[in-house]
């Protein structure tokens, strides 16, 4: 039995009995866990303001051996802007159902918080970079960070540079010279400026990675990247998902 004190963020609530949460909170240094907030929503309690999802707090947890309760919240940011727009919300929902579902045990959990931080910090204050553009720069981090690295400057069938070819395609995990074209099945013809926006987003920092902007055609190419390449390595039935489908389709 111990009272420890971590930095984290709320990813997901479960409303328990008439008063109780059960949170699932990512804690820096040491992973994904399951805290119980008792009594959190009763009116007069110390943790009401704190055991929302998005917040992000250093949290004293009590470990009985068995369970994890919540004692205190310390408030760092509450991300309360994103509640106030219908995409920044559905987006955010978005990014946390998606890092729940998909932390692998061996996922570096620090830098994933971190790209969680910096994503949902945008998202709640930027104007200038769509939410659509955020969702696949924060997507293909995620799986860059998870381990899986598309392979973006050389035909991943010949390996052939494709630095100075006119038409490219993209195949499973990486791109595809013409001669190679007929060797996969579904195929997408990507223009040559996506692979310079993909670059990016490989080798920036976290820090960095949210400092430009696309066009629309861009912003497509990047999309049906992106849903290629989590279908094959991630998981994607997630409900929030529907709901950002709806949003776009607007
Ligand atoms: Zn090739």
Redesign the pocket.
Known sequence: MSTFKARGIIIKETLVGDNDKALIILLKDYGKFTVWARNCRNGKSKLLAGSWLFSYADFIIYDSGKTLSLNQVDMIENFYNLTEDLDSLAYGTYFLEFVDKNIQEATPINDIMLLLLKSLLILSKSTVISPKLISKIFEIKFLQLNGYMPIINN??????SIKDEKNIYWGTNGV??K??KDKEQHLLKISPNIISVLNHILSSKVDKLYNFNVSENILNELSLISKKLLKIHLYTELKSTSFIEQLENI
């Not at 035909?155 to 052939?160: A, P, S």
Request: proline content about 0%; charged content about 20%; some cysteine.
């Open positions: 035909c991943i069938h010949c390996n052939k595809v010279c001669d190679c």
